[in-house]
């Protein structure tokens, strides 16, 4: 079984028109079960971060089975954890990387797949720190004409979304 960890933005909810759409792609799937998080009440990154273990804690799930998918602070959240302990895998949308109010701005992320999309017109999280982090860590980095929201590329997303759980599930079988 993988569990997959769907975690929204800061001003979003678990409603959040992505988190939704990647929820719908993840419950299509055998031998996947997706976890909506509700970080709503807790603005600071780290109240969050603290919830999302407690969460995978109390579900007993085996983090090398488990997918993080984020967007946002969602998506750094998904890489800070996996900074802390490795992870089946990360799909980071618009991470908020490379931001001061955020305990670690560039956390190692430890996945076996990683994917992250991010727009070049981002005006909330700057592309610059993102893109650095997937050079270094050569991770697989999709940059698409669009601004943090990322609504005009929810199609791509969703196909890259598919794709890597078909990934991760091979992976997850094989272990």
């Known amino acids: 079984m993988m569990t997959v960890y769907l975690s929204h933005g800061l001003e979003s909810g678990p409603g959040a028109l992505k988190i939704q759409a990647l929820n719908g792609i993840?419950?299509?799937l055998e031998d996947c079960e997706p976890v909506v998080m509700d970080y709503r009440g807790m603005p600071e990154p780290q109240q969050r971060l603290q919830h999302l273990r407690a969460t995978m804690a109390s579900r007993r799930d085996t983090p090398?089975?488990?997918v993080l998918a984020g967007s946002s602070i969602g998506g750094w959240l998904s890489a800070a954890v996996?900074?802390?302990q490795p992870v089946l895998g990360c799909f980071l949308l618009a991470p908020a990387l490379g931001l001061l109010d955020y305990p670690e701005t560039s956390p190692t992320i430890q996945a076996a797949v990683t994917h992250i999309v991010h727009g070049w017109r981002d005006d909330v999280v700057p592309p610059?720190?993102?893109i650095?982090?997937?050079r270094v860590q050569r991770l697989s980095l999709r940059m698409v004409d669009d601004d943090h929201r990322l609504h005009?590329?929810?199609d791509t997303i969703l196909a890259d979304f598919e794709r890597f759980l078909g990934q991760c599930a091979a992976l997850n079988r094989a272990c």
């Open 132 to 134: 650095e982090r997937a």
């Open 128 to 130: 610059g720190p993102v």
């Open 26 to 28: 993840a419950e299509q």
């Open 152 to 154: 005009d590329s929810l």
């Open 82 to 84: 996996s900074a802390q």
């Open 64 to 66: 090398a089975h488990c």
